[in-house]
Nanobody, 121 residues
Framework: QVQLVESGGGLVQAGGSLRLSCAASTSMFSINVMGWYRQAPGKQRDLVATISSGSSTNYADSVKGRFTISRDNAKNTVYLQMNSLKPEDTAVYYC???????????????WGQGTLVTVYS
């Protein structure tokens, strides 16, 4: 019903920028919230940012003012522009999409495979 393809991770020097993309291929599924989470080695997966179907956004305090989430509803794609990156931003970043399966009216969340972001000082 939903497949996510992430791209844009990589190695970047502190202070640099990266842009992550996550494209959702859907069938009989209505996307609601799209977001990004991250998991550093040995730590739990944490929220980075989310964006609703109405473009309301929510950010973790640690990324406010540096990261910007956006979405293109026509392309079912969510983006994460990451500026002023810090070594502590190093993590695997996961795309998350939530929505309703149209055939069952049930809410479903789907995760991407993750993309590694490494920030070196």
């Amino acid at each position: 019903q939903v497949q996510l393809v992430e791209s844009g991770g990589g190695l970047v020097q502190a202070g640099g920028s990266l842009r992550l993309s996550c494209a959702a291929s859907t069938s009989m599924f209505s996307i609601n919230v799209m977001g990004w989470y991250r998991q550093a080695p040995g730590k739990q997966r944490d929220l980075v940012a989310t964006i609703s179907s109405g473009s309301s956004t929510n950010y973790a305090d640690s990324v406010k003012g540096r990261f910007t989430i956006s979405r293109d509803n026509a392309k079912n794609t969510v983006y994460l522009q990451m500026n002023s990156l810090k070594p502590e931003d190093t993590a695997v970043y996961y795309c998350n999409v939530g929505g309703v399966v149209l055939t069952t009216a049930k809410y479903l969340e789907v995760w991407g495979q993750g993309t590694l972001v490494t920030v070196y000082s």
